[in-house]
Structure formats: C-alpha cells, structure tokens
C-alpha cells in the first residue's frame, strides 16, 4: 500500500510544478507586455512558494454540502452545457481546492456570501483520474473543472520531447488516455475537461510554436484524444478549448488551432489583466476572433488582475461585461497569490478596494444550480 505521506509528497511535488514553474514561464512574458506600458518596476512577477500539498483525505470527511440545493441522481452533461435564464458560473482555482471544504466557503464569505458553484484544479499526465476530486466538488455543489495538462510537470522544462503533439498522434500515450478516460466514465458524474490550454502560446509542450511540434499538429492531437473517449463511451465530458488571450500570446491563427465543434463544447480563455484599464480592453479582442470560427459558449477559464491602482476599477468593469455578453457563460478567478505560486497576487481579496469591488459585482450574479450527490 502507498504511504500516504508518499501520496501527499507527490501532490505536493505536483502543484509547485504547476504553480511555481509553469506560471513563470507564462507571467515573465506577461511582464514584458506589462513593462512596456508602465515600466517594469510596477510589477511583480514570477518566484514564490510553492502552493500548499492538495489534501485529498479531506473529500471524504469535512465537505460542508449547503442545505439549500438539494441532491440528487448523477444528471447527465447537459444540464451544465448552457445555463438557463442569465444564470452564469462562478468558479475559483485555489491552494488545496476541491480537496478541501473550507478553501470554497472562504472565497464565497469573501465574496460576500457568493459560494463559487465551479472550482478548477490541474491534473498533468503523470497522474491518473480522481474520483475523490469530482466528488468533493460536487458535495460542495460546484461542476469540477480538469486542466488536463499532457506532460511531466514544469520540472521537467518547457520543451518534453516525449510528450509532443507527434507522440499524442501516434498513439504513444493510448494507454494511459484510455486508463484515464475509462475512470472518468466509471465515475459518471459530468467533468469538464481543459485539455492542452494556452495552445497559442510557445511556454508548454503541446503548443505548436514551442519548437517540437508542427502547424497542424493541435488539433489533430485534439481529435486523437477525443476519439478515444468516445470509443470507452466517456461522454459525461464538457470538452473545453482555450487558448490564451491574444495579448501575450504568439502569432499564430487560433482558427488553425481548433479540432471544429464537433470536438468542443466550450470555449475557454486564460485572460490577465497586466495593464489592461478596462475589462473590455483584455477580453474583446480575443472574443471578436474566437466569433469568427464558433459560436460555442465562452468560460473564460482563467482570470485575476495585477495588485495596484488599477485593480479595484478593473474588476469593477469585469462584471458589467460579463453583464454584456450571454454568450459568456462564467469565469474561474485565479486566487492564488506570489507566496502560493502565483507569480504575482491575482487574488480578489488582494486589498481592501479590490474585495470591495469583487463583493460587489458577485452580488449581480445568479447562479447556475449545481447538485451534490446523494448522502453528501
């Protein structure tokens, strides 16, 4: 039997991969964007500890389920693909979430009583499937989010020749894809899935301008996987493309990155505001050309602003846009901070005004339902 501090090394191992290495790689790009609009000593970006070890003894035992949602059977996907009525997700990804109940009733009481109903965590391809994970979500009533990364961890350096685009398409990994996709078919509960995001970047193995890879090479590896899901029958998957916001990103077409929708079910987005003064200004550019190729709903997957003057007013503006577009379907709020990882603190809780501002514009939202499992 595995020691389980041995389990807890590793998970721990895991994030700081994660969180330390790879939002390094990404954030000093961003601080080159950032720097040239207000100069480099205005940011801080990249270091910080690692995150803390997920704790995932604590799904079984400590998740507080709110009374007021009932529970009920396994639902099927669909019930999550389009909320109804202008109802919208409010998710989070965070040190030690979904493992542990108390990260999502902290964010909501500092979202003044908004309780996220999505929570997002990353699962790279040296690790299986958790069921433990999506039942502690959802005992929480939040839809699970798996940023599905396909390589060994930031450790192991950005280019990872053996988990190139090629050896996806060749059927090198078929195992461990099949192993994964048949838990999550015996598990039932629906998942999200962000497979290989920020695809229009350079700073991960699967991107096409890494250097290992070829154009085209995406979304053929894109469909490999799909295929092998549908032929194990997992399809209580929501499969989510996203690309990295235009600013930051490299050159290249985002349409020539997308598998087509009948591969996708959700858009997402990676958006950061660095020097953004508006809402608008980060998330329209990549929007108008995302519309260009689909009109899939929009989760923008990932999303925080840069600590200074300019926070509060930006997230002051994120909720009236979010208002604006119905074709957007939520977001999942980046709280991790310089100390977890972060690369900088992307919190909402970063200052007093920008918890303000975040309380406020949480209270315009209603909620998409999500149910708990019975005897949660």
Do not use: C
Not at 154 to 179: E, N, R, V
Not at 320 to 331: A, E, S, Y
């Amino acid at each position: 039997m595995t020691d389980e501090r041995d389990v807890e090394r590793d998970d721990e191992r895991d994030v700081r991969e994660r969180a330390g290495g790879a939002r390094r790689m990404k954030f000093a790009a961003l601080a080159v964007v950032a720097a040239l609009a207000v100069g480099v000593g205005a940011f801080t970006l990249g270091g910080g500890n690692a995150a803390k070890s997920p704790g995932k003894d604590d799904a079984g035992r400590s998740v507080a389920v709110p009374s007021s949602t009932p529970t009920e059977a396994v639902p099927d996907k669909a019930r999550f693909l389009a909320p109804a009525n202008g109802a919208t997700y409010f998710g989070i990804a965070a040190p030690d979430a979904p493992w542990k109940s108390a990260v999502l009733a902290k964010a909501g009481k500092d979202a003044g009583g908004t309780v996220p109903n999505m929570v997002e965590y990353f699962v790279n391809w040296t690790k299986g499937f958790d069921p433990g994970a999506v039942r502690s979500a959802y005992s929480q009533h939040a839809l699970p989010v798996i940023t599905w990364e396909p390589w060994a961890g930031a450790a192991k350096g950005t280019k990872q020749p053996s988990y190139a685009l090629s050896t996806i398409i060749d059927g090198t990994h078929d195992a461990y894809i099949t192993s994964f996709a048949k838990a999550v078919k015996a598990n039932g509960w629906p998942v999200a899935l962000r497979f290989g995001h920020e695809m229009n970047g350079h700073w991960y193995p699967w991107a096409e301008r890494n250097g290992i890879n070829k154009p085209g090479q995406f979304a053929a590896a894109w469909k490999h996987v799909h295929k092998i899901f549908d032929q194990v029958g997992a399809d209580n998957v929501i499969w989510i493309w996203a690309p990295n916001v235009l600013r930051g990103a490299d050159r290249v077409s985002l349409k020539s990155l997308y598998p087509g929708d009948a591969y996708v079910d959700w858009i997402g987005m990676s958006a950061y505001d660095v020097s953004e003064h508006t809402a608008s200004r980060l998330l329209d550019p990549t929007l108008h050309t995302i519309r260009d190729f689909t009109a899939r709903p929009l989760l923008i997957t990932e999303t925080g602003s840069q600590p200074g003057s300019q926070k509060a007013p930006w997230i002051g503006t994120f909720f009236p846009w979010l208002k604006k577009h119905p074709d957007v379907i939520g977001f999942v709020w980046f709280q991790y901070t310089h100390a977890d990882g972060g690369g900088a603190n992307w919190t909402f809780t970063s200052s007093p005004a920008a918890e303000q501002a975040f309380r406020k514009g949480a209270g315009t939202l209603r909620l998409a339902p999500v149910p708990a499992p019975a005897g949660s």
